[in-house]
């Protein structure tokens, strides 16, 4: 089923999602079990798998010279989404990036989807590359997301790349797009920010989620602010819970989001490692009591390989 429709047919309860991402290569497709089946009694419809590019690594070479390589060090996306399918029963939204796909590359990737009766995906551009100081697409791949979902759009249409290939299949893919309620870090202001996420929309993606952030307010404004701009698609909340001091410089750099004073002195004043993992799980229930409260379309968990923390959370929550 689309998850769209899971929305619609929920009427205004809260649904709950999780994110997973695959194991690093060599790693077995039991740790995404692990992560997961202590959190299937929550009943997620949909559960994400995201998408990773390859990254760049510097190898020394016996003459001593470094040779550049490039690594994938998160690949199966696909395999697990449809592994997630077979033991659960659930629908699986593979996240699909721009970055290292060229457009017949996206083409096949959803053909494979479609096969699989993988119907839901979120499309994304994807980061730089380590050592690269902008995002750049593989050649004849897209520069920007709203371009993905174009392309998702043209085989919902029936239309391939190939102009010989007439009365192509439809598919039938239901697109989900980021949003940022902070600002992507890279837009020039919010506004403009605004405007590219209402392109991906009106370009056919059919709900946005969000970026995490860690003051509520942040996100009904967005939502506010959407509405306003005519985006009307149903905004899914993402939400990650901070669990260790590291995280309170981490978080803001790498997600590009500010952590409300409140948060960062309730983990930094807590004396042990539980209890500033405690401080941020009980921020994290509040958040989402609220957000549930205020009648958010779904709650969608970053996992990140921690299903002890998100269960503590979910379970007080539900
Ligand atoms: P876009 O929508 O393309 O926007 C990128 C920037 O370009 C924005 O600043 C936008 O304003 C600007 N822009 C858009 N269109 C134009 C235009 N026509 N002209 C000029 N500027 C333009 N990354 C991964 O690698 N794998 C994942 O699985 C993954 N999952 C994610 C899930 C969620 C919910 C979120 C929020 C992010 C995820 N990311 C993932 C990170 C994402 O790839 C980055 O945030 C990336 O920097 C932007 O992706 P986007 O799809 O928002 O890009």
Redesign the pocket.
């Given at each position: 089923m689309k998850v769209t429709e899971y929305f619609e047919k929920a009427k205004g309860k809260t649904l709950i999602s999780f994110?997973v991402?695959p194991p690093l290569k060599g790693g077995s497709m039991q740790a995404i079990f692990d992560t997961l089946d202590p959190l299937m009694e929550f009943k997620p419809p949909f559960i994400?798998?995201?998408?990773?590019?390859e990254e760049f690594l510097y190898k020394k070479r016996d003459s001593g010279y470094y040779e550049k390589v490039a690594i994938r060090k998160r690949p199966g996306?696909v395999g697990i989404c449809a592994a997630i399918v077979h033991r659960y029963g659930v629908d699986a939204v593979p996240?699909l990036?721009?970055?290292g796909f060229t457009r017949e590359d996206t083409e096949n990737a959803l053909i494979d989807l479609n096969f699989l009766n993988i119907n839901n995906v979120?499309?994304?551009?994807?980061?730089?590359r380590q050592f690269e100081g902008k995002?750049v697409p593989e050649e004849g791949g897209h520069?920007?997301?709203?371009d993905l979902v174009k392309q998702i759009v043209e085989m919902n249409n029936g239309r391939y790349l190939d102009p010989n290939i007439e009365n192509g299949l439809r598919t039938d893919f239901c697109i989900?797009?980021?949003?940022?309620p902070e600002?992507?870090?890279?837009?020039p202001n919010r506004d403009?920010?605004l405007?590219?996420?209402k392109?991906?929309i009106d370009a056919g993606a059919n709900y946005i989620?969000?970026?995490?952030f860690f003051d509520n307010q942040k996100y009904f404004d967005y939502v506010d602010r959407c509405r306003q701009a005519g985006i009307n698609v149903p905004i899914v909340p993402?939400l990650k819970p901070i669990t260790k001091l590291h995280q309170l410089n981490s978080i803001p750099r790498i997600f590009h989001v500010d952590l409300p004073d409140e948060l960062v002195k309730g983990v930094s004043n807590a004396k042990t490692a539980e209890a500033r993992t405690q401080a941020g799980i009980e921020w994290c229930i509040q958040q989402s009591r609220e957000l549930k409260e205020r009648g958010a379309p779904c709650l969608?968990y970053y996992t990140m390989g921690d299903s002890d923390t998100i269960r503590k959370i979910v379970e007080t929550v539900y």
């Amino acid at each position: 089923m689309k998850v769209t429709e899971y929305f619609e047919k929920a009427k205004g309860k809260t649904l709950i999602s999780f994110e997973v991402l695959p194991p690093l290569k060599g790693g077995s497709m039991q740790a995404i079990f692990d992560t997961l089946d202590p959190l299937m009694e929550f009943k997620p419809p949909f559960i994400d798998v995201t998408y990773h590019r390859e990254e760049f690594l510097y190898k020394k070479r016996d003459s001593g010279y470094y040779e550049k390589v490039a690594i994938r060090k998160r690949p199966g996306t696909v395999g697990i989404c449809a592994a997630i399918v077979h033991r659960y029963g659930v629908d699986a939204v593979p996240h699909l990036i721009c970055g290292g796909f060229t457009r017949e590359d996206t083409e096949n990737a959803l053909i494979d989807l479609n096969f699989l009766n993988i119907n839901n995906v979120l499309a994304i551009r994807g980061d730089a590359r380590q050592f690269e100081g902008k995002f750049v697409p593989e050649e004849g791949g897209h520069n920007y997301a709203i371009d993905l979902v174009k392309q998702i759009v043209e085989m919902n249409n029936g239309r391939y790349l190939d102009p010989n290939i007439e009365n192509g299949l439809r598919t039938d893919f239901c697109i989900g797009v980021a949003g940022y309620p902070e600002k992507h870090f890279e837009s020039p202001n919010r506004d403009f920010d605004l405007t590219a996420t209402k392109a991906k929309i009106d370009a056919g993606a059919n709900y946005i989620v969000t970026q995490m952030f860690f003051d509520n307010q942040k996100y009904f404004d967005y939502v506010d602010r959407c509405r306003q701009a005519g985006i009307n698609v149903p905004i899914v909340p993402g939400l990650k819970p901070i669990t260790k001091l590291h995280q309170l410089n981490s978080i803001p750099r790498i997600f590009h989001v500010d952590l409300p004073d409140e948060l960062v002195k309730g983990v930094s004043n807590a004396k042990t490692a539980e209890a500033r993992t405690q401080a941020g799980i009980e921020w994290c229930i509040q958040q989402s009591r609220e957000l549930k409260e205020r009648g958010a379309p779904c709650l969608h968990y970053y996992t990140m390989g921690d299903s002890d923390t998100i269960r503590k959370i979910v379970e007080t929550v539900y």
